[in-house]
């Protein structure tokens, strides 16, 4: 037994002492690799190697460049965020301990109890229901040959006329509130627009029947009834077609949420506007008169945040609560009321994205007919911004009962101001840079500018000195 384990440790002695003969012979080499062997199997391990200079540098680009493509700042969106809530808290407590709270819904609803068979405009809303029979009427005399299209044309620009000069005389002579009489003026324009999208659609609708260019689905002149009409007047789009995309029913909860949204944040609306935006206006006017043009710059900046939250808020509102209210009432399948203009790197395409209904009439029922027609392109765009322009003025001076052109101007500044951003800037980030920008000092300059007009016109003796008080405001 001794014999044989002693006989082993012979045979492994050989096998060892060739392990430190390796071991030696690899120290003695500068490769990565050493090997030995065990009873006669050779095996190979992997050695560190040390380098006195290790590499610790590559080629790259810092964050903060364009050409790193790193784009995760979520912590400085926080921080965005965070310090525009904490500067609002100071300038809503500051508002506060200076106004007091300045919000009374007892005052809204004491308007709103006003007699509303002496308000005119309850009476125009009304009474333009007449022009919409008047259209059905004459449509379905064009469908059977009563009349021709020629007269339609003569009579159609007739009817409009008159259906958007009526309630400006009705305005302007009347005594009524001006924010009442915005709202019923818009109505007027929405239903000139609907209108004039209904008799084009049903001329073409005209010429594809004369002309043995029916479609599968054609329903001309089935389509010319009131039911059919009233829904396209209260479905939220501008562009009439003879069937619209509908949903196969209701969803409550989905009401109940948009029928809230709509109640509260129009109550914000109104609470911000009255707390927040009057006392700057009011106490901007003798700013704008006597004012150096550094305190003039001062109570722009100083009305164009709680301007530009107040628009973000009125958008939602419009755009998303009530459009859809409306649409899921009406099973209105289409949605498509906005796109993403807050990344609107060119002024062409925010006016594009932000207002879909608003966008597709101009397109179909102005720029494209136009083009058609062999006229340039710059000038089918700028009749459209030239109608847009028409419009804004329109539903601000007649309700305010002076004449400007602020918002017309404003409007026609549009075009070269599209011009900058698409072909000097090229869109990109300092595109939708000047796009926020002319949202968010544009609107308040017009603002003050008809603000100013109109309290001097109506208050003079209420015009605030030209002391401290005028610049604290």
Request: positive net charge.
């Amino acid at each position: 037994m001794s014999s044989e384990v002693t006989h082993r440790r012979r045979n492994v002695s050989p096998s060892t002492s060739s392990i430190s003969n390796d071991r030696k012979s690899s120290n003695s080499t500068n490769g990565r690799k050493s090997s030995f062997t065990i009873n006669g199997g050779k095996f190979s391990r992997r050695e560190a190697t040390f380098k006195p200079d290790q590499p610790l540098h590559t080629a790259q680009d810092s964050l903060f460049s364009t050409s790193s493509g790193y784009t995760n700042y979520k912590g400085f969106f926080n921080l965005s965020m965070l310090l525009l809530v904490v500067s609002n808290l100071r300038v809503a407590l500051e508002n506060l301990m200076k106004y007091g709270i300045l919000i009374s819904p007892s005052s809204w609803f004491g308007v709103m109890s006003t007699d509303i068979w002496m308000w005119p405009n309850l009476a125009v809303v009304l009474c333009s229901n007449i022009t919409c029979v008047i259209v059905l009427l004459t449509e379905k005399a064009l469908a059977n040959g009563w009349i021709g299209n020629k007269f339609a044309v003569f009579w159609y620009i007739t009817l409009f006329s008159i259906h958007v000069t009526l309630p400006v005389l009705v305005t302007l002579i009347l005594e009524s509130n001006p924010l009442f009489s915005f709202y019923a003026l818009s109505i007027i324009v929405i239903e000139t627009l609907k209108l004039v999208s209904y008799v084009h659609v049903n001329y073409w609708c005209r010429y594809a029947r004369d002309h043995e260019e029916k479609q599968k689905d054609f329903s001309y002149p089935a389509n010319l009834n009131l039911k059919n009409l009233y829904y396209f007047i209260f479905a939220p789009t501008l562009c009439y077609e003879l069937n619209f995309p509908r949903t196969p029913g209701r969803r409550k909860r989905f009401i109940i949420k948009r029928a809230v949204e709509l109640t509260v944040f129009s109550f914000v609306y109104v609470s911000l506007t009255q707390q927040w935006v009057f006392p700057l206006v009011r106490n901007s006017v003798s700013t704008l008169s006597d004012m150096p043009y550094g305190r003039r710059v001062e109570r722009l900046l100083k009305l164009a945040i709680p301007n530009i939250l107040i628009w973000l808020l009125f958008f939602y509102t419009v755009f998303h609560s009530f459009l859809n209210l409306l649409a899921e009432i009406l099973c209105f399948a289409d949605r498509e009321f906005y796109r993403d203009f807050w990344n609107a790197e060119t002024i062409t395409y925010f006016w594009q994205t932000w207002n879909i209904p608003v966008h597709r009439w101009c397109v179909r029922h102005v720029y494209k007919p136009m083009v058609k027609n062999k006229y340039p392109r710059l000038q089918a765009a700028t009749a459209v911004f030239l109608i847009s322009a028409v419009f804004h003025e329109y539903l601000v001076s007649v309700p305010l009962k002076m004449f400007r052109l602020w918002a017309f101007g404003g409007m026609l500044m549009q075009i070269p101001l599209g011009v900058i951003t698409g072909k000097i800037l090229k869109g990109g980030r300092a595109g939708n840079i000047v796009v926020w920008l002319s949202l968010i000092l544009g609107q308040p300059m017009a603002i003050l500018m008809y603000v100013h007009d109109w309290y001097l016109m109506h208050y003079p003796d209420h015009v605030p000195g030209n002391g401290t008080e005028s610049y604290l405001g």
